[in-house]
């Protein structure tokens, strides 16, 4: 048995929940990944794991052994890493999934950077809004912009997305220029919903000024789960809508969206780079963050650490 390759094996098994799923990203077949485990076991005298027909499951021991186990992989890799990188660039198939507008707007168009610094890594992009299962999709990262719900997820901020109120001047010449952000919710004024994905709801915006704070809902006649999609229903005039500076910028410069609300604030979103939690990232993941990092510090960057 190599421990090595059976410690990485059971480490992919607890992360994946599954002898088949671990087999698939360590390109391996079920029948070596599971010989592997039950080696391992067999060399600790401990049950590792608990196996049914249906999902597997971690053992206390098997918990505390694999949070040693994940520490242990992550320094072998860096030991070798420190050695080899100064000779050798990052390379092989990265899979990643991003909002679709910072995708369109600034990743790809940004991409041919990336290529020159990085000719070895290949790029699969998923372009939505959902969410990813990363383990079960294998994908290797998501960027994603406001608070994150999943706690089991690690993640980096790299950027603040600094937030402004817009309307087409079609939907303004129709009903008006609404005057306080109250006006969205008393009157015949409407916004585009945008429906989270971590809920599939939309959600009302906290705005403040110096004399009052509230949070507007609002009323729509169309809700979308897509960024692009929610651009072009505020476009088209189908109502007010909430965006982040780097999305609305150029439509503001050909005067196809309006500000509304001056002197009013909303507090940033912020932009999370995600990743599979206790495992060590690879250096052509840790490349890739550090890259959208630095791209989003000249659009977005972050204004305080949290």
Wanted: hydrophobic share 45%.
């Amino acid at each position: 048995m190599d421990r090595f390759d059976a410690m990485q094996a059971f480490a992919r098994v607890v992360e994946a929940g599954s002898f088949t799923k671990a087999a698939e990203t360590l390109h391996m077949s079920k029948t070596s990944v599971t010989q592997l485990v039950q080696q391992l076991e067999a060399r600790l005298r401990v049950k590792l794991l608990n196996r049914t027909t249906r999902k597997v499951n971690v053992t206390a021991d098997g918990a505390v052994y694999y949070e040693r186990v994940v520490r242990l992989l992550a320094d072998l890799d860096d030991a070798e890493t420190s050695l080899s990188s100064a000779s050798t660039a990052p390379r092989g198939r990265l899979r990643v999934d991003v909002p679709s507008p910072l995708a369109s707007m600034i990743l790809v168009p940004a991409m041919p950077e990336f290529h020159a610094r990085y000719p070895d890594i290949q790029i699969d992009m998923g372009v939505s809004d959902r969410i990813v299962d990363l383990i079960d999709e294998h994908v290797d990262c998501v960027v994603r912009g406001g608070e994150l719900t999943d706690q089991s997820l690690m993640a980096r901020r790299v950027g603040d997305l600094q937030l402004g109120v817009f309307a087409a001047p079609s939907y303004l010449q129709r009903l008006g220029t609404p005057v306080h952000p109250r006006d969205l919710e008393d009157s015949e004024h409407r916004i585009v919903g945008f429906l989270w994905a971590r809920t599939g709801k939309a959600v009302p915006y906290a705005l403040r000024n110096h004399n009052e704070s509230l949070e507007i809902k609002g009323r729509y006649v169309l809700a979308v789960d897509d960024g692009n999609a929610y651009i072009a229903a505020g476009l088209a005039g189908m109502g007010v809508l909430w965006l982040p500076e780097y999305m609305s910028k150029p439509y503001l410069a050909r005067g196809e969206l309006v500000p509304l609300f001056e002197g009013w604030q909303l507090d940033p979103m912020p932009l999370y780079v995600a990743f599979p939690p206790n495992r060590h990232i690879s250096r052509k993941v840790r490349v890739f963050i550090d890259w959208v990092a630095e791209l989003m510090a000249r659009h977005a960057p972050v204004q305080s650490a949290k």
